[in-house]
Structures are given as structure tokens and as C-alpha cells.
């Protein structure tokens, strides 16, 4: 087991580079699958998550080099492997990809239920109905799901998902890209990641429109050829070093991203009295005094996006007056790390899909426990804003999702070590 040492009370000062985002690399990974020749993939980050994704392509026989760093190259020509390893399936969620990405291909696939952070509910059952829009008969136990043709085989479809889904979206916008015929999603998910998916697979010779509405036009092609395309940079990535930029009172300059997807989290930051300035691809924070309280509801994309609730939260709890909190997607978030706050000296109070945050002055260092990957990065941010050390345990949630994490925090200032037990 591994901790982090974190010695708070420094404002983070200078400038980090965002790595590419982990929600659409593991989308883009597992879509590979569908391209024949060899698929070149930049500014891939390095997180743990990434490195399972590649293992299980690897183990299905994809052809993986990392020639470069950022960069992996996979060639899926040759694969024959319908069924994912289970064991690495296991260990993350997004590996349900897989199923849409078989089930194009090969028209079949047998994979088992994904693993991942558990701070909520979260069914496949909109991938599924997805799934059987397009023609599959599904199969689904408490351990895996099993994909064939249905009687009258595979083909596009309309689907009208129930809620903005972005798992169910990507899924089903990988099965029905090699599949015959037209499909179109109805109420589809338009988070950054979701664009950038759509991007990869035209890129590679898909047919797909009106990605970052609310409606995506998928024309199945028979196949897509090799190229090179780049990720998007981390929106959640570069949020949680604004808001530690925020909570510690810095200056940094936030660099590798794009300004119009950090909007909906800078313009809270700025109700908050951060200063905010925007670039083409970098946006500069500072944080002079103490912050102010604000409401916040988190919504899908355009809206305060479910990743940044706990680090949001973790400004309110050192800003002035009374902070109100919404979740709005997965109302039982509050429970990873609330009360990891609380044992810090927050104030928070719980009351359903609502917290009420009373600022306090300061928080004080003690032994927390990351409950999943977000989490872990508000008990950090809490750390280095903190009086005193703060030790965090459970670390691998967040090695699941930020890249260089304690390299890059050094960087800025921030007195942190990772310490192995």
C-alpha cells in the first residue's frame, strides 16, 4: 500500500501542463477495435486506467508499441478475441466499451460486468437497450454480458435514450458505426469526450454527425483504416488544479487546454472571487484573500460537470458564508468524502442530493481515505490547503486518473510525497 504526505499552507504558484483526457482515451482505446492497420494515438496520458485498457488489448491481440511518450500505436488487424480478459475487466468501468466495439466488429461479444469506483449506482441498462435497438439478443447475468445477432440480424436503428447517458452513448455509437444502415441517437450525451470520440472514429473513415448535440447521426461503414489522431486535454484534470489553485490561494497558469470546455467551472470560480484570465490554449488563475460562497448544481455537459463536485466542494468549505451543493447525477457522491472533510474541520451538513457548506477559517491535517478517484482529489486539495500534514490513503483510485500527479504539484509548489508502506 502507498499514501500521500501532504505539508499544506503553500499557495501553488507557476504553471502545469494538462495531459489528455482519461474519459476519452478510454473511449478511444477500446474503439481501436474497430480499425484495421496500424492506429496511431497521441497525447495519451499515463494513468492506471489507460495501462489496463492497453494490457486487455494486448491479451485480445492487438498489436501495442508506445513509441514515444504520450503516444501508443495499436494494430487491431489480426485480432480474433471476442471475450476481454475477465479479471482486468473487472478493475475498471469504462471496459464496458468493449461491448460495443465486439459487437461492431464481430457482431457478437461476451464480456464481463466492469469494475471501477463505486460511489454510486450506475446500470448498463440504456447500453443495453442500445444494444437491442440495433438487432443483438442480449444475455445478461450478475457477471457478464453476452452479445449475438438477434433473429433478424444487426443493423441501424433509432435509439431514444432515457436519460443523457455517457456511457450508453459512446457504446452504441461504437456498435452501430460498422454496422449496415443509418442509426440515430435521441437525448445523447454532449460532454467533450463525446466529440472527441466521434472525431477519432470519422478520422479513421466513420460516418458520424452531430456529436456534441443532443442528437448523433451514425451511417454504418464496413470498415475504418489506420491514422493518427490526438485526445482532447483533461477538462476535469485541469478544473481540479484550478480549484486547488483556488483553495490555496495561488497563481497558476493552467496550460494544455480549451478555454470553451472549462466554462462551465471557471465561471463558478470567478462567482468565488478567483481572476480568471482566458488564452487560446491555456487559462491563468489567481486567487487573492478569501474565497466567496456560491451555489452549485451539477448538470451533463454544458453544465458543472459530477467530476468536479468534490473539489468544488472543498473551496466551499474554506469560503466565506454558507455554500449550497447540488448533485444531480449521482446523488450518494457526497458519501466518498464528506466525511473525510468533516474529520478536517469542515462543515458540511447532507440533507438528500444536497450539501449545505458553512466555510470555515481553516482545515487541519489528518489521516483521510479516497473512497474513488475524485474524491482522492479533493482530500489532496483539502491536504494542501490544510494547517499541518495530511495523510492520504487509498491512493490507487486516484493514480486511476491523473498523470504525474505529485511531479506536477511539486512543480507548482505544493510540499507532497508518495510514501510506500
Known sequence: MARYEIIGGTPLRGSVTISGAKNAAVAILPA??????????????????????LSILEGMGVKVSRPETGVVELDSTNVTCREPETEHVKKLRASYYFMGALLSRFHAAHVALPGGCNFAVRPIDQHIKGFKALGAAVEETNEYVDLQPGVNGLKGNRISLDMASVGATVNIMIAATLLPGQSIIENAAKEPHIVDLANFLNTMGARISGAGTDTIKITGVENLKGGTYAIIPDQIEAGTYMAATAATGGDVLVRNVIPKHMECITS???????????????????????????????????????????QICVCMALASGVSRLTESVYETRFFGYCTELQSMGADIEISGKTAIVTGVEDLYG?????????????????GLAARGTTWVKNIHYVERGYERLIEKLTALGAKIRRVED
Do not use: W
Open 32 to 53: 481501436a477495435l474497430l480499425v484495421e492497420g496500424v492506429c496511431r494515438i497521441e497525447n495519451v496520458p499515463d494513468i492506471s486506467d489507460v495501462r489496463i485498457l
Open 268 to 310: 463558478k470560480l470567478e462567482e468565488m472571487g478567483a481572476q480568471i484570465t482566458n488564452y487560446d490554449d491555456a487559462i491563468r488563475i489567481k486567487m487573492d484573500g478569501r474565497m466567496c460562497n456560491t451555489t452549485v448544481k451539477t448538470h451533463p455537459y454544458p453544465g458543472f460537470p459530477t467530476d468536479m463536485q468534490a
Open 366 to 382: 489528518v489521516t483521510v481515505s479516497a473512497k474513488d478517484l475524485r474524491a482522492g482529489a479533493a482530500l489532496i486539495i483539502a
